[in-house]
């Protein structure tokens, strides 16, 4: 099976612009969680999909945001970056609730905003 | 408030020594526990995890961890370690309540000296 795959790697933006990441999970898993990373705040969850459904969110403001399709892909979106935002975006898939099954993380993608 | 905490953020030990490494937690609810590993230059991978049954639980290479309900502990142990466990350990808990939370402890660095 794949493993869980983020596109792109890498992504360099400005402050005030927007970016969306993606994020495709292992064939047959329904759920998609979205974590930042960062050397001061280690890894913070953002947000957990579930068939298409948002589950739970954790603690970041509202111009983080996020979706998931019907496929169980899922995009997570950052609008108006700023420079607190420079972090490593992790995702993760599972096949049943983030809570309770085991997580199988992506690579990452690396955002820096300048 | 929910937290998890992981008091050592390096461990140095030598190649052949016991280790164990420290996570607590803070809840009022009841809790599923995991660590991960992430090893040099790869992405995060589950170790072990605890949902019911017995409060000690095991991984394929040698580590095990033990649920203390009293002392919201989470404590992974291992009685020789070896080079190759060179890597960043994460304690996860998930909280069972409404919010349904997972909260990562910020890590620990594993240094095995030869």
Known sequence: KAGVTQTPRYLI????????????????????????????????????????TQRNK??????FSGRQ???????????????????LYLCASSSGLAGEDTQY?????????? | AQSVTQLDSQ??????APVELRC?????????????????NQGLQLLLKYLSGSTLVESINGFEAEFNKS???????????????????????????????IIFGKGTRLHILP
């Open chain 1, 13 to 52: 933006k400005t402050r005030g612009q927007q970016v969306t990441l993606s994020c495709s999970p292992i064939s047959g898993h329904r759920s998609v969680s979205w974590y930042q990373q960062t050397p001061g705040q280690g890894l913070q969850f953002l947000f957990e999909y579930f068939s298409e």
């Open chain 1, 58 to 63: 954790g603690n970041f403001p509202g111009r």
């Open chain 1, 69 to 87: 399709f019907s496929n169980s892909r899922s995009e997570m979106n950052v609008s108006t970056l700023e420079l607190g935002d420079s972090a």
């Open chain 1, 105 to 114: 993380f992506g690579p990452g993608t690396r955002l820096t905003v300048l």
């Open chain 2, 11 to 16: 461990v140095p030990v030598f190649e052949e």
């Open chain 2, 24 to 40: 607590n937690y803070s809840s009022s609810v009841s809790v599923y526990l995991f660590w991960y590993v992430q090893y040099p």
């Open chain 2, 71 to 101: 002392q919201t502990s989470f404590h992974l142990r291992k009685p020789s370690v070896h080079i190759s466990d060179t890597a960043e350990y994460f304690c996860a808990v998930s909280f069972m309540n409404r919010d349904d939370k």
